[in-house]
């Protein structure tokens, strides 16, 4: 059974960081991107960041450039996103999914809406307080 758990949200005042983990299993991890993905109430979800297991490309929203890092841990199964320099607009539920592609990650990014991703976890909760 595939299985996406995402974790590590909670309440952080503007300025701070957060880590969220994405564990994953069920799947081969080589064979996938996975992708960040955040809702905030009455949004669209959108993407953040993705990493791609096949060349370990990265792809991260303009809004998140320069403040968030997403990296993998293969041996782990897991992929995180380091949050730095949090701002009120960052809160949203965040998702991790899984697409199986060999695509470097901005072009799943690019393909998202159309294509969709494979596996989806429960979201995991990141509020920001200004």
């Known amino acids: 059974e595939v299985q996406l758990q995402a974790s590590g949200g909670g309440l952080v005042q503007a300025g701070g960081s957060l880590r969220l983990s994405c564990a994953a299993s069920g799947f081969t991890f080589d064979d996938y991107a996975i992708g960040w993905f955040r809702q905030a109430p009455g949004k669209e979800r959108e993407g953040v960041s993705c990493i791609s297991s096949s060349d370990g490309s990265t792809y991260y929203a303009d809004s998140v450039k320069g403040r968030f890092t997403i990296s993998s841990d293969n041996a782990k199964n897991t992929v995180y996103l380091q949050m730095n320099s949090l701002k009120p607009e960052d809160t949203a539920v965040y998702y991790c999914?899984?697409?199986?592609?060999?695509?470097?990650?901005?072009?799943?990014?690019?393909?998202?809406?159309?294509?969709?991703?494979?596996?989806w976890g429960k979201g995991t909760l990141v509020t920001v307080s200004s």
């Open positions: 999914a899984a697409v199986m592609t060999t695509a470097q990650a901005m072009d799943v990014m690019s393909n998202f809406p159309t294509q969709g991703m494979d596996y």
